[in-house]
């Protein structure tokens, strides 16, 4: 949440896929989930700063897997609160965020091993609110969608 | 282990819930429309700030009103959407009770509304949609 917490160790430690590195995680809760991985693609634009659109992913381990064998709906929702969220604290100097309301689909059943990826999205920043978005993907196909409200702390 | 009442179980106690720790949920018969689950906060459910990271908040609402609509129908569903609000943080040490309720069910889906407090204090609210499979209830 700021720039000078020491990222935490994620609890495995699994290799990044090909073009990613492993994402600083500083919140307890995502290295307990994690790891998760991130790129840069270069871009122009709004929320970039000149660092690339960023790529996120994780891969769905044996840990994010529910009674039916499918990947359990509230891992993906916690990599979109942690994925939207880096919008947010980016846009808001990375001074702290807190979400106010997120919204999601399940379209389709993550399965053990796939590799989850998203663009997040700006969607609009105000004074002190901020909209994100994202569509969670696997190799290119919409797995899940999330829209987000978050509140822009000053410090 | 825990002391929560001892008419409280483990719901679908494996993969990712059971990683997180357990939900224990009020035993109610096939049908009940309404249940009610409690939940101890840990640091490893925490973000940096020190309160519950809102996809635990969100994992265990999913669980929550998932559970409550497999309750009322009596085999699991799917959830299709999930809209949650934060109200206010929770922090390590509090007990989350969460309470939901299946508010329209037809042949495909049920629609369920959850809430989750800590020391009766409104945290987190969610409302959901989730496919039904009435065909694979056990006769």
């Keep these: 949440m700021s720039q000078h917490l020491t990222p935490l160790p994620p609890a495995r430690d699994i290799p990044p896929p090909s073009g990613y590195t492993a994402m600083p995680l500083v919140d307890p809760f995502e290295a307990f989930v994690g790891p998760f991985f991130e ?9 970039f700063d000149g660092e690339g659109e960023l790529w996120a992913a994780f891969y769905i381990d044996e840990r994010h897997i529910n009674t039916q064998g499918i990947c359990h709906g509230g891992m993906l929702m916690s990599f979109a609160d942690a994925t939207l969220g880096i919008v947010a604290w980016r846009m808001n100097d990375k001074h702290p965020c807190v979400t106010l309301s997120m919204q999601t689909n399940f379209l389709k059943a993550g399965k053990l091993g796939d590799l989850v990826e998203v663009r997040p999205k700006l969607v609009r920043k105000t004074s002190g609110i901020l909209f994100a978005s994202g569509s969670f993907e696997v190799k290119g196909e919409p797995l899940f969608t999330a829209t987000s409200v978050w509140k822009l702390l000053k410090a | 282990m825990t002391d929560f009442p001892a008419d409280y179980a ?7 819930n059971a990683y997180l720790g357990s939900i224990f949920m009020k035993q109610a018969p096939i049908g009940t429309e309404r249940a009610h689950f409690l939940f101890d906060l840990k640091p490893h459910h925490l973000n940096a700030g020190g309160t519950a990271h809102g996809g635990l908040v969100m994992s265990i609402l999913d669980t929550s009103c998932g559970a409550t609509v497999a309750q009322m129908v009596g085999a699991p569903g799917s959830t299709i959407s999930l809209n949650c609000d934060f109200l206010a943080g929770a922090r390590a040490g509090d007990r989350l009770e969460i309470s939901a309720h299946v508010t329209q069910k037809t042949k495909t889906v049920a629609f369920v509304e959850g809430q989750l407090t800590a020391q009766g204090k409104l945290l987190a609210t ?3 949609i989730w496919r039904i499979f009435p065909e694979k209830v056990p006769e």
């Design chain 2, 10 to 16: 483990p719901v679908a106690d494996e993969g990712y």
């Design chain 1, 39 to 47: 790129k840069r693609v270069p871009q122009e634009g709004p929320g």
């Design chain 2, 126 to 128: 969610a409302r959901g």
